[in-house]
């Protein structure tokens, strides 16, 4: 009996090193944080259809007062000052309010009204009358820019969107001179993290010259400043915003149309950007020491899709960040917030500010599982093609082509570890 206690012994503690090795090359990859905790001491534990819209954990009671005071700002529908075209809302517009295409902070739904079509001459330059997005509503008394319709094109059990402009007869939006990208709005979580990660440790990413030769180069979209300075890109599918604030306005210009102070003020603007700095990231469904986790985590890894979705990085301390709690934060985005060539099945052939049509912005893989429950329905990729995770995978070219190939040979069984692994984030 005592021969066998120590035998039974021997094992247990030989487990004990062997699991104590193995977590040890786990968070040399992914870091010694809990993954579940997705948003770090900013995590909700909220997983239902209003899991984004939560305010993060950790704000202080008045910075919680700021935020819900903010939300109702997010939530306003704004209407043109005494009913006159250009004044307030217009007179050209896409949305009436920012909850109009970020429904419950969820990635917007291409036929329900939460998308845009942003559109470029075949030589990159702006479409004349019309610049570089088409605002297809109006104020009365004004006319859209274009009327937008959206259709569909199935090949091999793929599909892409066809947009259709209609305008002005004297207008040429014919597809051989004008081309269109549709765009949904993608969710809102955690950005307040996104925007506090220190420029140094997105760059530490970066390797435009592909110099280790592994086919992947992500680049830092460097944006030109008055007076030469450049500042980092890091917000929308193409990263064309360096901050919330400046992505905030640019969408209250370009989508609604709000162009004064009369509009909106700075209080305003500054509370918008605050509601979006703010909100919460929900925690995973299921702990990393279970075996979906341990298995998907590993298969991802194996396909080298963490080079470009890099699942952890961590925010600096900043003097001036506007909550507390979003400092010195270790957190779980998935995203190195570079720009990467996607190859030709995604180039729409319109450019945004040095980014090419054939490159985006990694996309955050956090709160992937829960589009479905929180939106009602599924689109990812910037156009809302893909209508499952296995189809936006399926969509991966240029740099990510290979992973893509990897994924496409795994065994059935493996493919569902992977998808159920992405499913529970």
């Keep these: 009996m005592a021969r066998s206690s120590r035998t039974l012994r021997r094992v247990l503690l030989a487990a004990l090193a062997l699991a104590v090795v193995l977590g040890f090359g786990l968070r040399q990859v992914w870091g010694a944080a809990d993954p579940q905790q997705a948003a770090g001491a900013m995590t909700v534990a909220n997983r239902t259809s209003a899991s984004f819209e939560q305010p993060a954990a950790g704000l ?40 109009a295409c970020h429904v419950r ?18 030589d990159g330059q702006p479409v004349p009358e019309l610049g570089r997005q088409v605002r297809d509503r109006a ?48 969710p809102l979580i955690g950005l307040g993290l996104l925007e506090a990660v220190p420029e140094a440790a997105i760059l530490e990413h970066a390797d435009p010259g592909d110099r280790d030769g592994d086919g ?22 193409k ?53 979906v986790v341990r298995r998907g985590r590993e298969l991802f890894d194996s396909l080298q899709c963490a080079r470009c979705h890099v699942p952890q990085l961590a925010t600096g301390r900043l003097a001036a960040a506007v909550a507390g709690v979003i400092n010195g934060q270790t957190f779980w985005p998935y995203t190195d917030l570079l720009l990467h060539d996607m190859g030709a099945g995604l180039d729409d052939g319109v450019a945004e ?30 156009d809302g093609r893909a209508r499952s995770i296995e189809e936006a995978i399926l969509w991966h070219g240029g740099e990510a082509a290979a992973a893509r190939e990897r994924f496409t040979a795994l065994a059935p069984e493996q493919r569902r570890w992977l998808l159920n692994w992405l499913q529970q984030l």
């Design 216 to 237: 992947i180069s992500g680049r830092p979209h460097w944006l030109d400043e008055p007076g030469g300075t450049q500042r980092l890109g890091r917000f929308g599918w």
């Design 353 to 382: 500010k040095g980014a090419p049509g054939r490159e985006w912005r990694t996309a955050p893989l956090w709160g992937l599982g829960l589009a479905q429950r929180v939106n009602g329905s599924v689109g990812f990729l910037h």
């Design 105 to 122: 902070n969820g990635r917007g739904r291409p036929l329900m009204g939460e998308s845009l079509v942003r559109v470029a001459l075949r």
């Design 139 to 186: 104020v009365l008394g004004a006319r859209p820019d274009a009327a937008v319709t959206v259709g569909w094109q199935e090949r091999d059990g793929l599909r892409r969107p066809l947009v259709q402009l209609q305008a002005d007869p004297s207008l040429d939006l014919s597809e051989r001179s004008v081309a269109r990208s549709l765009r949904v709005a993608p």
């Design 239 to 291: 990263a064309i915003s360096p901050s919330l604030q400046e992505q905030t306005a640019a969408a209250l210009l370009n989508d609604m149309g709000l162009t004064s102070p009369g509009d909106i003020g700075r209080r305003e603007l500054d509370l918008i950007t605050f509601y979006s700095q703010t909100l919460g990231a929900p925690r995973t469904a299921l702990p990393a020491t279970g075996p």
């Design 60 to 99: 202080t009671p008045a910075e919680r007062a700021r935020h819900q005071a903010a939300d109702v700002l997010f939530d306003r529908t704004h209407v043109p000052l005494d009913g006159a075209p250009g004044a307030g809302l217009g007179p050209r517009f896409n949305a009436a309010s920012c909850v």
